[in-house]
Antibody
Framework: EVQLVESGGGLVKPGGSLRLSCAAS????????MNWVRQAPGKGLEWVSS????????YYADSVKGRFTISRDNAKNSLYLQMNSLRAEDTAVYYC???????????WGQGTLVTVSS | DIQMTQSPSSLSASVGDRVTITCRAS??????LAWYQQKPGKAPKRLIY???SLPSGVPSRFSGSGSGTQFTLTISSLQPEDFATYYC?????????FGQGTKVDIK
């Protein structure tokens, strides 16, 4: 069974940093692209970032470019999102999602809540 | 960036109704479009990929059509468990973009 479990969310002050993790199991992690998608409270879905199988290529939404860094450790079956210079508008549930080659996300984690507030 | 315009933003329907939701892309995206269903407090669930392909386990009352810039999600006979919010996603090029969502509630 495919499982994606996010962790690392919490309350952080504006300008602070947080590192999200996503532990993957039930599939061969290193052959799938991985993604982060977020959802602000009461709002729609927003794609944040994607990383290819080996980590060679990464992509970011303009809203997070230069502040967030996506990475993966295939030996640990884990995906990460380093978030720096956090803003109130980054408050959201962050989902980790698996995607096939050049395909859309198929499996999603349950999400972790990040709250940016003073 | 490719903009996805989804309509309507909400609709009220009864069990057994046929429901149609549309997404329009600001430029051609071939068939690189997926549809997701999301219930409150839950992660999105993929319903359709490649505009019209149904993953295994998704009921056949869901169908998708379109290519280029115009896409449609159809629920042929709405069931109680289908009351949810639906999103389209274009994955033709980065940045990926979602539609604004369509909330389907009980009439």
């Amino acid at each position: 069974e495919v499982q994606l479990v996010e962790s690392g969310g919490g309350l952080v002050k504006p300008g602070g940093s947080l590192r999200l993790s996503c532990a993957a199991s039930g599939f061969t992690f290193n052959i799938y692209n991985m993604n982060w998608v977020r959802q602000a409270p009461g709002k729609g879905l927003e794609w944040v970032s994607s990383i290819t199988t080996s980590g060679s290529f990464t992509y970011y939404a303009d809203s997070v470019k230069g502040r967030f860094t996506i990475s993966r450790d295939n030996a640990k079956n884990s995906l990460y999102l380093q978030m720096n210079s956090l803003r109130a508008e980054d408050t959201a549930v962050y989902y980790c999602a698996r995607a096939g080659s050049w395909g859309p996300p198929d499996y999603w984690g349950q999400g972790t809540l990040v709250t940016v507030s003073s | 960036d490719i903009q996805m315009t989804q309509s309507p933003s909400s609709l009220s329907a009864s069990v057994g109704d046929r429901v149609t939701i549309t997404c329009r892309a600001s430029q051609g995206i071939r068939s690189d479009l997926a549809w997701y269903q999301q219930k409150p407090g839950k992660a999105p669930k993929r319903l359709i990929y490649s505009a019209s392909s149904l993953p295994s386990g998704v009921p056949s009352r869901f169908s998708g059509s379109g290519s280029g810039t115009q896409f449609t999600l159809t629920i042929s006979s709405l069931q109680p468990e289908d009351f949810a919010t639906y999103y389209c996603l274009q994955y033709n090029s980065y940045p990926w973009t979602f539609g604004q969502g369509t909330k389907v509630d009980i009439k």
